[in-house]
Nanobody, 123 residues
Framework: QVQLRESGGGSVQAGGSLRLSCVAS????????MGWFRQAPGKAREGVAGIYRGGVMIYYGDSIKGRFTISRDNAKNTLYLQMNSLKPEDTAMYYC????????????????WGQGTQVTVSS
């Protein structure tokens, strides 16, 4: 059974940092894609950042560029999101998601999701 478990969220003041972790289990080959998404109250879920099987990283939107860094530790089956210079508008539930298809191309289709970890940034 595939499981994605996020941790590392919390409450910080603007300008602070957090590192989110997502430990993945229950599969035997490298995911085609793993990424971070977020959903703020009253807003649609949006992509934050992701990593493809070959190591290509993608960041969604200009608001997080230069502040957020995605990385992974394949040995630990763990995905990370380092978030620096946090802003109140970064407040959201952050989710880890994975596309585990063995053969895939193009846009990811994330059909495995974690429960989320809350990030709250106060001004």
């Amino acid at each position: 059974q595939v499981q994605l478990r996020e941790s590392g969220g919390g409450s910080v003041q603007a300008g602070g940092s957090l590192r989110l972790s997502c430990v993945a289990s229950g599969y035997t080959y490298s995911p085609y894609f793993m990424g971070w998404f977020r959903q703020a109250p009253g807003k649609a879920r949006e992509g934050v950042a992701g990593i493809y099987r070959g190591g290509v990283m993608i960041y969604y939107g200009d608001s997080i560029k230069g502040r957020f860094t995605i990385s992974r530790d394949n040995a630990k089956n763990t995905l990370y999101l380092q978030m620096n210079s946090l802003k109140p508008e970064d407040t959201a539930m952050y989710y880890c998601a994975a596309d585990l298809r063995a053969l895939a191309d193009g846009a990811p289709e994330c059909n495995y999701w974690g429960q989320g970890t809350q990030v709250t940034v106060s001004s």
